[in-house]
């Protein structure tokens, strides 16, 4: 069964810098896909990035960019010039790319961007 | 817009109560999900179905069941509600098919049992 880890239960940092949250992940599958949901405080969970594991370039979304090795099985989130509506949980999710479309999650990682 | 809507943001059972939380989506998906949110352990998958009448048990289906009558309803039951069932329940939807696709969420419902 796939697992997916975030060491990090909190994070704190000040607006306009820049943090990455860790995750790493346990799988025997080849082609699968990886994402990264945002939860701010009491609003719905949104998708911030995602990335297929057979596209060797790391994907970027605006400030949102992912360092993806799959030979180590991490796939960590970059936050550019964090901004104070980037305090949120954020969430570390694998799928494989056969069978159903189940999310396997971390535990996440509360960020908290001060002014 | 894309939306995913659940009937409760905020519930309060007794124990052994039969407890029933809904879930809408209007973007014609077929794929939907029920996970339960606790500190610490992230999103865990109770129940997905994968067309309507269809269901499959997640990785913590003990406690619970689930219905799927129409395609964009889906909704999960707790038969007789326990205390260790007081949870954060989020519903998602997506599209079919192998691609990545994202899973839709709705805004929670946080459910005390007492």
């Known amino acids: 069964a796939q697992t997916v880890t975030q060491s990090q239960p909190e994070m704190s940092v000040q607006e306009a810098e820049t943090v990455t949250l860790s995750c790493t992940y346990d799988t025997s599958e080849n082609n699968y896909y990886l994402f990264w949901y945002k939860q701010p405080p009491s609003r719905q969970m949104i998708l911030v990035i995602r990335q297929e594991a057979y596209k060797q370039q790391n994907a970027t979304e605006n400030r949102f960019s992912v360092n993806f090795q799959k030979a180590a099985k991490s796939f960590s989130l970059k936050i550019s010039d964090s901004q104070l509506g980037d305090t949120a949980m954020y969430f570390c999710a694998f799928r494989g790319a056969q069978g159903a479309q189940k999310l396997v999650f971390g535990q996440g990682t509360r960020l908290t961007i001060n002014p | 817009d894309v939306k995913v809507t659940q009937s409760s943001r905020y519930l309060v059972k007794r124990t052994g109560e039969k407890v029933f939380l809904e879930c809408v989506q209007d973007m014609d998906h077929e794929n939907m999900f029920w996970y339960r949110q606790d500190p610490g352990l992230g999103l865990r998958l109770i129940y997905f179905?994968?067309?309507?009448?269809?269901?499959e048990k997640g990785d913590i289906p003990e406690g619970y069941s689930v219905s799927r009558e129409k395609k964009e309803r889906f909704s999960l039951i707790l038969e007789s509600a326990s205390t260790n069932q007081t949870s954060m329940y989020l519903c998602?939807?997506?599209?079919?098919?192998?691609?990545?696709?994202?899973?839709?969420f709705g805004p929670g419902t946080r459910l005390t049992v007492t």
């Open positions: 179905s994968y067309d309507v009448k269809m269901k």
């Open positions: 998602a939807s997506s599209p079919p098919g192998q691609g990545p696709y994202e899973q839709y």
